[in-house]
Nanobody, 121 residues
């Protein structure tokens, strides 16, 4: 199976930037599409961004469009989420997921453990 590990989270002031990384490992040909989701305390897991295998198709939640950029480096089994102009509302645990490009969490087969992003006002 595929194991995913996120990194790059932390504390940042509003207007700042962070880059999240997710490395995939395991005995598999390819995890296919990759996505980023986030979950605030007491709330559901919401779609943030996704990318197909070749990186030619990218999708973003309206709330992050124009501020976040998803990318991947298949040779290194890495997917990134560059987050700019961060807002307090972006505070959440961010998860990477593999196996789809959809906006629905249940359609993804593999998940990382999450990394905390906290944006202070």
């Amino acid at each position: 199976q595929v194991q995913l590990v996120e990194s790059g989270g932390g504390l940042v002031q509003a207007g700042g930037s962070l880059r999240l990384s997710c490395v995939a490992s395991g005995r598999t040909f390819s995890p296919g599409g990759m996505g980023w989701f986030r979950q605030a305390p007491g709330k559901g897991r919401d779609f943030v961004a996704s990318i197909n295998w070749t990186g030619t198709s990218k999708y973003y939640a309206d709330s992050v469009k124009g501020r976040f950029t998803i990318s991947r480096d298949n040779a290194k089994n890495l997917v990134y989420l560059q987050m700019n102009s961060l807002k307090a509302e972006d505070t959440a645990v961010y998860y990477c997921a593999a196996g789809n490009i959809a906006t629905t969490p249940r359609l993804y087969e593999y998940w990382g453990q999450g990394t905390q992003v906290t944006v202070s006002a």
